[in-house]
C-alpha cells in the first residue's frame, strides 16, 4: 500500500505518494535522509513527526511497537473536555511504520541544494490559480 507523505517546512507542507516498504521499520522521531523516498530530495535530512494508520488511528512516540495500545491520556491529544484533571484511555498506533500505516508526517531538518518549490513545481501555484485553472478543465470537458 502507498504511502502518504505531508512533507512541511517553515510553514508550508508538500504532499508526496512512495511506495509502502521504503520507510519500513523507521519510527516516530528518527531522521533519514531524503534520498530514501525521492532522488530529487538528496542533501535533505527529514524527520519523521507522527503519522497516522489505516483506521485513522494517530502513531505515538511512547508507545512501542507497531499494535494498537489503550493508553491513558490527559490534556492534548484529542481531548475536549475542559474540565480540570479528567484523564481518558484512548487507542493509539506504535512508533514505529508497519504496513498498517497510511499517512506520514515529516519536517525538514536540513535543507538540500535544490528547494522544495522546484522539486514540486504543482503544488507551488496560489489557491485561487488552481481554482481558475480546475474550472477551465472542467468547461473543456464539457
Do not use: H
Amino acid at each position: 500500500m502507498a504511502l502518504k507523505l505531508n512533507i512541511s517546512n517553515k510553514g508550508k507542507a508538500w504532499k508526496l505518494e512512495v511506495e509502502g516498504d521504503v520507510l519500513s521499520g523507521k519510527s516516530v522521531g528518527e531522521t533519514f535522509d531524503g534520498k530514501e523516498i525521492k532522488q530529487e530530495l538528496s542533501g535533505y535530512e527529514l524527520k519523521i513527526t507522527g503519522g497516522s494508520d489505516i483506521a485513522g488511528f494517530p502513531m505515538m512516540e511512547k508507545v512501542e511497537g507497531i499494535g494498537l495500545r489503550r493508553v491513558l491520556l490527559k490534556k492534548g491529544w484529542g481531548m475536549s473536555d475542559s474540565i480540570k484533571g479528567i484523564r481518558r484511555r484512548k487507542t493509539v498506533r506504535g512508533k514505529s511504520i508497519a504496513e498498517k500505516i497510511v499517512q506520514v508526517n515529516i519536517n525538514v531538518v536540513k535543507e538540500g541544494t535544490k528547494k522544495l518549490e522546484e522539486i514540486f513545481p504543482e503544488q507551488n501555484k496560489p489557491k485561487e490559480e488552481a481554482v481558475s485553472e480546475s474550472r477551465v478543465e472542467e468547461e473543456k470537458k464539457e
